[in-house]
């Protein structure tokens, strides 16, 4: 089978999802798209049994999709945080299934053989069973990922039941989930308290059994992360959620030092681009306003 994607954002890549056989994981940081093989959600499962971490970062356009992947991740999510670092929200609320289709196919378009995961934005699974379904579906066959992340843990466990069974795999979410920030109060840690702990282990194993993939948790305490991840058999992916966890995984624009916004305790910045870009808009503005920019050399 070829590891082309078909015209029209087809999501099959590679061995299909629920072979029998699950290769074995190759590659690794710096490993080259093209020799790594395709990333499925039974080979992220694998990992943790393997012990191997998963990497991962969002993506929301072709040549970050494309340079991330050569850089070894092995999940790229096109994260509805791509409202506050893209769209200039003050939020991800008001993020649609449209804009995350519409960067989703951005991503696609690069070809990774990371594996390509969906956010689902506020109010695109929370009114049904069937809606869920239905959204889920269109970020898959119209946007070409491989999978979609949906955020809390019983109220949804029924809807991801759902999705598996349609054939959709399915990456979970608990802990500060950002769609629910109006009900926070903002953006705090979660999950303190040891009532809320246990809760929130019970619904870590609720998602396991209506049959998530992976589990993505953000802004608990360390400690907690790792029960979790000892608990249950599906990968954790922390942010903010301590170094027991299987993968890890941060805002690109935040890794890379392009978000202007608050930089929360957990990031850590490989890069400051921000500041790269904007030496070089200001040499490029002084060069044209000096005529020096173009050259005769750069001239036809």
Known sequence: MSDERPPGGETRRGEPL???????VTGGPGAKASTRPRFTAPRIVEMKRRGDPIVVVTAYDF????IADEAGAEILLVGDSLGTVVLGYESTLPVTVEDILHHTRAVVRANPKALVVADMPFMSYQVSDEQA??????????????AVKLEGGERVAPAV????EAGIPVMGHLGLTPQSVLAFGGYKVQARGEADQER????????EQAGCFSLVLEGIPAR???LVTRAIGIPTIGIGAGPQCDGQVLVS????????????????????????MREAFGRYAADVKAR?????????
Do not use: C, W
Request: net charge positive.
């Open 161 to 164: 039941r759902r999705m598996v």
């Open 133 to 146: 379904v239905l959204n889920a579906g269109r970020l898959v066959k119209e946007g070409g990922a491989d």
């Open 253 to 276: 624009h935040d890794l890379l030092g392009l978000f202007l916004g608050h930089q929360p305790k957990f990031v850590r910045r490989y890069a400051d681009l921000g500041e790269a």
């Open 224 to 226: 907690l992360g790792g």
């Open 200 to 207: 929130l282990l019970r619904e870590a194993g609720l998602l």
């Open 63 to 66: 040549p970050t999709s494309r």
């Open 292 to 300: 020096r920019f173009p050259s005769d050399a750069e001239s036809y």
């Open 18 to 24: 629920g072979a029998a056989g699950i290769p074995g």
